[in-house]
């Protein structure tokens, strides 16, 4: 079974930066991709970022390109999610979550493994 654990949430200033951690514990399989995902209050959960485990390559929404970067440490098993130039509209709770099929990434269906969440909060 495979264990997902996020930090690195917390409160900020517009403009300022943050970067969230997910460490992957477990017996785990074959995993493809990493995501990171945010759900807002009254809002679905929606697609971040997500890196491929094999080679990292990496996919963002629109909204954040330019601002945030994905990336992880192999050895260590953990994914990153370097968050800048942070905006009131990315306050949310962030997710990370594992893939074992190399499918359409960029939805929740895909996923197979969460973690508990993060909470980030962007103040004006």
């Known amino acids: 079974q495979v264990q997902l654990v996020e930090s690195g949430g917390g409160s900020v200033q517009a403009g300022g930066s943050l970067r969230l951690s997910c460490a992957v514990s477990g017996r785990s399989p074959l995993l493809y991709f990493m995501g990171w995902f945010r759900q807002a209050p009254g809002k679905e959960r929606e697609f971040v970022a997500a890196i491929r485990w094999s080679d990292g390559n990496t996919y963002y929404v629109d909204s954040v390109k330019g601002r945030f970067t994905i990336s992880r440490d192999n050895a260590k098993k953990t994914v990153y999610l370097q968050m800048n130039s942070l905006k009131p509209e990315d306050t949310a709770v962030y997710y990370c979550?594992?893939?074992?099929?190399?499918?359409?990434?960029?939805?929740?269906?895909?996923?197979?493994?969460w973690g508990q969440g993060t909470q980030v909060t962007v103040s004006s």
């Open positions: 979550a594992a893939d074992r099929n190399a499918g359409t990434i960029t939805r929740t269906y895909e996923y197979d493994y």
